[in-house]
C-alpha cells in the first residue's frame, strides 16, 4: 500500500488527527499490546479525551502555571494516548525514567514543574515515598494509571477519572481549540544523572516529526509496516525510532512493557513486526537467548526464525551494538539491513549508516560543521589504516564529536538548566560528549564512535556524568576518595569501573561494598544504571595542576592485567551477588571476548 500523502501542519495532534480523518488510514491498526488494539480513529480518540481531562484539571496556563504534565509508567497504550493528548492541548510531558528513586525523582519532579503527575501502579511505592517532597503536585492531580483495567470508582485511578470527568472511552470528541506551534516544546526526555538531577532536553513539536518523517523516508516504511517497541517510551530511541516513524508511515506500533530477550521473536512473529529500533545490549542479549534456545545450532536458527513464514521482518536500527552481533541478527532475523546511527536526543549531530559503508561505522558525515576536535579546540586529521586495517594514528586522529559555527541542529536546549546549555554550546561549537574518528573512503567522511569523554559514561543506552556518581561511592565509610569512568565494554557502550582510596586502616569487602550500591539504588541514591561492573584500589591517585584526580590515566589502563599485573581488582557480572577478584585469566577470557566482537582494539588502543 503506498505511503498516503497527508496535508497538515507539524504538530502532532494535527497530526494524529490527519491519520484519524484519512479514508484508508482510519480504521487500520496504530498501536497493538497484546489482545488489545488501536485503530488510528481511536488512538486519536483517546488523544482527544486526555486533553480535555489535562486541561480541565490543570487549568489555566501560564509562567507561574506551567501546562506540563510527569507521567512515569513503561510501555503502555495510555502512554501514548497521553503523549499525544498533551500534543493537542499544547501542553508538555515530562517523561520519566522509571529507574529513578528518592531524591532523585522528587528533584526531576519538582524541577519540572509538572502541576500533574500520572504513575503506573506498579510505581506507586516509589512516589509515596516522596510524595511528602512533592512541590506543586496537588493531592487531587497524583493519578494512577492502571492499564487495560476497566475503569471504576477510584478517584485517584486515570481511567476512572477520565470517564467520570470527560465521558467513556468509546465517546469521540472534538479537539479542544488550542493553537500548538511547531516550535512548542511537546516532551522534555531526561538524561541519565546516576545523582543529583538529570538533565531534561527539550524536544518541540517539529523535531520530534522531521525525525520520524526522516527514519521513515531512509527505512521507506508504509502503511503495512509494524515497528515494536521494547525499548523504553521515556527513552529518545522509542519515541525517535519507533513511534515517530510509524506515525509518519501510518502504520503500526507493537507494544511490549519492557524488552525480554526470550520473548522478542515470538513477539515480531505475532505482530507481524517490519522494523525495530534497538540500543546496544538488547541485539546481543536477544542472539544469546536464540543460541541457548537452538543449542547454538545455525541452520535451525535460519530455517525456524529467518526463514520463518510469519516473519516480516526487514530492518533494525539503533546504536551501540557491535559488528559480529550485526552480521548474526541480520542473518539470524532474516532481515534486509541493519543500520547503526549516531546521535542523542539532543539531535546536534547525526549519522545514518547505509548498506555499503565501512564495517563499523555509524555513517557517512554530509554535515561540514561536524568535527573532530582535539582539547584545544584544533580539527583532528582523518583517521590513516595500516596495512592491518587498524588506526595508525589514533592518538591524533580521536576527538570530540562537534558541531561547529552557528546553530545547533535540532537542539534546542535543556530545560530550566542554562548551566548545562552552557557546557554543551562553548567556544563557537556544540560539544557532544563523544568521542570518535572520521576516516575518508572515496572523498566521503565515515564516522566512527570511540566512547565517551573522561567526565561521561555510556551504558546501555543512557549517558551520566561520572562526577556525581564518584560523590555518591565516596559515601561508603571504609572510602576516602573515588573516581569514576567508563571502560571498555565487549558487548555495547561502556561499563562503570571506579577506583578507591580506602581510609587509613580499612580494607575491601567485596559482598559489603556490593550491597551498600545495592541499597543506594534501593533508597535512590544511585541509578541502577551506575551500578559499578568494576573496581580498582588504589594507594593514590594522580592529580592534575588544579588536584583534580587524573581521570585519562585510569581509563586509559581500565582493568588490563597486563598494564596493572598486581593491582587489586574486582568485577561483578549479571546475576552475581557480590564482587570477585579479577584475575589475569579472567582478563584473558573478556579479550577472547572482545576479539569475538570485534572490539579488541578498545583493549588495545
Not at 170 to 183: H, I, N, T
Not at 349 to 358: K, L, Q, W
Not at 479 to 489: F, Q
Not at 536 to 554: I, S
Request: aromatic share 8%; net charge negative; hydrophobic share 40%.
Amino acid at each position: 500500500m503506498p505511503l498516503p500523502r497527508i496535508d497538515a501542519p507539524l504538530v502532532l495532534g494535527a497530526q494524529v488527527e490527519a491519520r484519524a480523518a484519512h479514508p484508508d488510514l482510519a480504521r487500520r491498526p496504530a498501536l497493538r499490546q497484546g489482545q488489545r488494539v488501536w485503530a488510528w480513529r481511536e488512538l486519536r480518540d483517546q488523544a482527544v479525551r486526555c486533553a480535555h481531562f489535562l486541561r480541565a484539571r490543570l487549568g489555566p496556563c501560564d509562567d507561574a502555571r506551567p501546562g506540563h504534565v510527569a507521567l512515569l509508567s513503561e510501555n503502555h497504550l495510555e502512554f501514548l494516548a497521553l503523549y499525544a493528548g498533551c500534543g493537542y492541548a499544547g501542553l508538555t510531558l515530562f517523561a520519566l525514567n522509571t529507574g529513578l528513586r528518592g531524591d532523585t525523582l522528587a528533584g526531576v519532579v519538582n524541577h519540572s514543574g509538572a502541576r500533574l503527575l500520572v504513575v503506573e501502579a506498579r510505581f506507586l511505592p516509589e512516589i509515596e515515598r516522596i510524595r511528602a517532597r512533592l512541590e506543586h503536585v496537588a493531592a487531587e492531580n497524583l493519578l494512577v494509571l492502571r492499564p487495560g483495567a476497566p475503569p471504576g470508582r477510584d478517584p485517584v485511578d486515570l481511567l476512572s477519572c477520565l470517564e467520570a470527568e470527560v465521558g467513556p472511552a468509546d465517546r469521540s470528541l472534538d479537539a479542544p481549540p488550542v493553537d500548538v506551534a511547531p516550535e512548542s516544546d511537546l516532551v522534555v526526555i531526561h538524561t541519565s544523572g546516576t545523582t543529583g538531577l538529570p538533565k531534561g532536553i527539550r524536544n518541540n513539536h517539529l523535531k520530534l516529526l522531521v525525525i520520524g518523517q526522516t527514519v521513515a523516508r531512509h527505512l521507506d516504511l508504509g502503511p503495512e509496516d509494524a515497528g515494536y517497541a521494547c525499548m523504553p517510551l521515556f527513552h529518545s530511541n522509542a519515541l525517535f525510532l519507533g513511534f515517530h516513524p510509524v506515525l509518519a508511515a501510518g502504520g503500526t506500533l507493537a507494544l511490549r512493557e519492557r524488552f525480554s530477550a526470550r520473548e522478542f521473536v515470538p513477539d515480531v512473529l505475532r505482530y507481524g513486526t517490519t522494523f525495530w529500533n534497538y540500543v546496544g545490549e538488547p541485539v546481543h542479549y536477544v542472539l544469546k537467548a536464540l543460541e541457548q534456545e537452538y543449542a547454538g545450532d545455525e541452520a535451525r536458527i535460519l530455517a525456524q526464525v529467518a526463514r520463518h513464514p510469519a516473519n516480516r521482518l526487514r530492518y533494525a536500527l539503533g546504536n551501540g551494538a557491535a559488528p559480529p552481533d550485526i552480521d548474526r541478527f541480520v542473518a539470524w532475523l532474516g532481515l534486509e539491513d541493519m543500520f547503526e546511527l549516531y546521535g542523542s536526543t539532543e539531535a546536534a549531530i547525526s549519522t545514518f549508516r547505509r548498506r555499503g559503508d565501512p564495517r563499523g561505522s555509524v555513517g557517512e558525515v554530509t554535515d561540514p560543521a561536524v568535527r573532530i576536535l582535539d582539547a584545544s579546540g584544533l580539527e583532528c586529521p582523518p583517521a590513516r589504516l595500516d596495512a592491518s586495517g587498524r588506526i595508525a594514528n589514533r592518538a591524533e586522529a580521536v576527538g570530540e564529536i562537534c558541531r561547529v559555527g552557528a546553530g545547533a541542529g535540532l537542539f534546542q536546549g535543556y530545560f530550566a538548566d542554562p548551566a548545562a546549555d552552557a557546557a554543551k554550546l562553548r567556544g563557537g561549537a556544540y560539544h557532544s560528549g563523544d568521542l570518535g574518528h572520521i576516516l575518508v573512503q572515496e572523498g566521503r567522511r565515515y564516522l566512527f564512535f570511540d566512547g565517551r569523554t573522561e567526565d561521561w559514561i555510556r551504558k546501555d543506552g543512557e549517558n551520566f556524568s561520572a562526577a556525581p556518581l564518584a560523590r555518591r561511592i565516596q559515601e561508603h565509610p571504609d572510602v576516602e576518595l573515588a573516581a569514576a569512568y567508563g571502560v571498555p565494554c565487549a558487548v555495547s557502550d561502556e561499563l562503570v569501573m571506579v577506583a578507591l582510596r580506602l581510609r587509613e586502616g580499612a580494607s575491601f569487602d567485596p559482598a559489603g561494598f556490593f550491597h551498600f550500591c545495592e541499597d543506594l539504588v534501593a533508597q535512590g541514591g544511585l541509578e541502577p544504571v551506575g551500578f559499578p561492573d568494576f573496581v580498582r584500589l588504589v594507594e593514590e591517585f594522580e592529580f592534575t595542576e588544579t588536584q583534580k584526580v587524573l581521570v585519562r590515566r585510569l581509563k586509559q589502563q581500565h582493568f588490563d592485567r597486563r598494564r596493572l599485573p598486581a593491582a587489586p581488582l574486582y568485577w561483578r557480572r549479571r546475576g552475581d551477588d557480590r564482587f570477585h577478584a579479577f584475575t589475569g585469566e579472567d582478563f584473558e577470557a573478556l579479550r577472547r571476548a572482545f576479539a569475538a566482537s570485534e572490539r579488541l582494539h578498545l583493549l588495545d588502543p
